[in-house]
């Protein structure tokens, strides 16, 4: 088959993430605006073309205070750096609907190669005669790996923020 351009369905689709707090619990958010541009042949998803943009100012922890902390200079410093753009370099099979799926993040002025796992999760038709697919991807990066490293000691040790940020994605999308 030939490669297809999928649409991603923003209202069926989620980015995820989270971060630990004071090393004894996390905090999650969400982004709501994003896109994505898929070219794929679904008979060998290996050879898809994949560019993920996020709008990083549509961060949402469910607290005004902390999402704009987390827009300003101190974080992501939307106005200088208003998108995390990820763009897939390799894909590779492991075993039925599983695929390791590697490609530079873009996040701050910064490009690294980082690797997700990401799930097929199956096609079908909606009850509009669209054809849907829907995939799974989850992975992580550290932050100051893209110069994120604001924080705080604690007096017990340790620190506010963690390194690490956990990332669940959720996509559907329709071939065009």
Known sequence: MAKTNWNVDVSHSAIEFSVKHMMIAKVKGSFHSFEAQIEADPSDLTTASIEVQIDLASVDTRNQDRDNHLRSADFFNVESHPKLVFKA????SH?????????DVTLHGVTRSETFNVSYEGSGKDPWGNQKVGFSATGSLKRSDYGLTYNAALETGGVLIGDEVKISIELEAATA
């Open 95 to 103: 075993g039925e609907g599983e695929y390791v799926v590697t490609g």
């Open 89 to 92: 370099t390799n894909i590779v």
